[in-house]
């Protein structure tokens, strides 16, 4: 079956072909760790060391 017969063969197409998909579990962030915590400094730091970058001047068109 190609993936136009799939679309196709849906009553109402939604893109799940075939069903539901998992609910995909939450999102929590690691933030009372002491490592990420010290990565996450690591991570600022090395960012606040980088020049910006600077992008040349563009006349109107």
Excluded at 31 to 45: E, I, V
Aim: hydrophobic letters at 35%; a positive charge; proline letters at 11%.
């Amino acid at each position: 079956m190609t993936a136009l017969d799939r679309v196709l063969a849906e009553e109402w197409p939604d893109g799940t072909f075939g069903g539901p998909r998992p609910e995909r579990p939450r999102y929590v962030p690691r933030t009372s760790s002491k490592s990420a915590a010290r990565h996450q400094a690591d991570l600022l730091a090395a960012l606040s060391r980088t020049p910006a970058i600077r992008q040349p001047n563009r006349k109107a068109s």
